[in-house]
Nanobody, 122 residues
Framework: QLVESGGGLVRAGGSLKLSCTAS????????MAWFRQAPGKEREFVTA????????DYADSVKGRFTISRDNTKNTMYLQMNSLKPEDTAVYYC?????????????????WGQGTQVTVSS
């Protein structure tokens, strides 16, 4: 089970930090990712991190603004979001994948959280 938290309403230029806590799986064996879905749009890749945290991948739209990290001792992944823009508004989902390759494809992930809403006002 994956549970996201930390979403909310923030003004453009502000920051939020999301968390994703895992239970019922060996967290340290999974690559982890954040996806997001805005109303009327498909779910899109945001960022992913390898099981050990040594490597990460980012969508071009968030590079330099978002930072993914994880703490395997706490079974928790984080997403620090800075310089937020209205176009970042979406439901953010965390996902887990046993593969050692960081994938941008939602269908390849094994487990999903329920999502947390992030709203950025202009």
């Amino acid at each position: 089970q994956l549970v996201e938290s930390g979403g909310g309403l923030v003004r453009a230029g502000g920051s939020l930090k999301l968390s994703c806590t895992a239970s019922g799986l060996t967290f340290s064996r999974y690559a982890m990712a954040w996806f997001r879905q805005a109303p009327g749009k498909e779910r899109e890749f945001v960022t992913a991190i390898t099981w050990g945290g040594s490597s990460a991948d980012y969508a071009d739209s968030v590079k330099g603004r978002f930072t993914i990290s994880r703490d395997n001792t706490k079974n928790t992944m984080y997403l620090q979001m800075n310089s937020l823009k209205p176009e970042d508004t979406a439901v953010y989902y965390c996902a887990a994948d046993l593969s050692r390759v960081l994938s941008h494809t939602p269908g390849l992930y094994d487990y999903w959280g329920q999502g947390t809403q992030v709203t950025v006002s202009s």
